[in-house]
């Protein structure tokens, strides 16, 4: 058992001494999950060894779908960002074709923004009014959340690859990245509706139609957020936001086109 042990470390040993003196890229890092090493060892790699790194939103849901942790994908994250704030410039001065483009972060916290998948550039979203409508049924009542107005002013197409950038401002948030969800809206009368909630004798349920996101980290202080397979039917959307749930705090909205 002891000789097996041993034989087992020193491949491992070898594997990771291989891949340090070589580049690494996303298809290196895949390699390492899928052969079974651990986070600490993967993120160890990642940060000794040279490497090129793709960060957009399609390669890193590519690299969670793989089985990369939270851990790994951000630390390839921030290798990225690293090589990309200094890239070595050629002999005649000009850049490298194949620079990193430097991760953004939000500079506002506690907005949502939208990742556009050809520039990566950072685009907020509106924030609107709103107001909360009790509609009883039988035997249960519907709490119904409603903005005026038939369309969001942002739109995206349905063909683009949905990401979403998000930059908590407090702990709680933080702690509560995974409740951030996309509610589907039911235009009506010029109205835009959605059921949060239906509560039936004194238990409440939510609503079946939420849609979850795929949340990784993004920079050192921001999440980034995808629905389920990058995409999203026409229609319109809006993003919960945990500690955002006042009359006084706008709802977050977009469509789909």
């Not at 793709?54 to 090589?83: H, N």
């Amino acid at each position: 058992m002891g000789k097996s042990l041993a034989t087992v470390a020193v491949l491992t040993l070898s594997a990771i001494l291989v891949f340090a003196q070589q580049a690494m890229d996303n298809s290196s890092v895949i390699k390492l999950v899928k052969a079974g090493l651990s986070d600490d060892i993967i993120v160890s790699t990642i940060n000794a060894s040279p490497g090129t790194y793709d960060t957009s939103p399609d390669a890193l849901i590519a690299l969670k779908a793989a089985g990369a942790s939270d851990k790994v994908v951000s630390a390839i994250v921030l290798k990225a960002s690293g090589a990309a704030a200094a890239p070595r410039a050629n002999a005649n001065g000009a850049q490298p074709a194949t620079q990193v483009p430097t991760t953004q972060e939000p500079e506002v916290v506690g907005k949502i923004f939208f990742l556009d998948p050809a520039t990566h550039a950072l685009k907020e979203l509106p924030g609107e009014q709103w107001k909360r409508k009790n509609k009883a049924g039988w035997g249960s009542v519907q709490a119904i959340n409603v903005v005026q107005g038939a369309r969001s002013s942002f739109r995206v197409s349905s063909s683009d690859k949905i990401a979403f950038v998000f930059r908590p401002f407090s702990d709680l948030q933080s702690g509560n990245i995974e409740k951030m969800e996309i509610y589907p809206m039911e235009v009506k009368s010029g109205e835009r509706t959605c059921v949060v909630a239906v509560t039936k004798g004194r238990t409440q349920t939510g609503t079946n139609d939420v849609i979850s996101l795929e949340a990784v980290k993004y920079g050192s202080s921001s999440y980034l957020l995808s629905p389920p397979n990058a995409h999203l039917s026409p229609g319109e959307y809006w993003i919960s936001v945990p500690g955002a749930d006042s009359l006084n705090d706008p709802i977050i909205t977009f469509g789909v086109d």
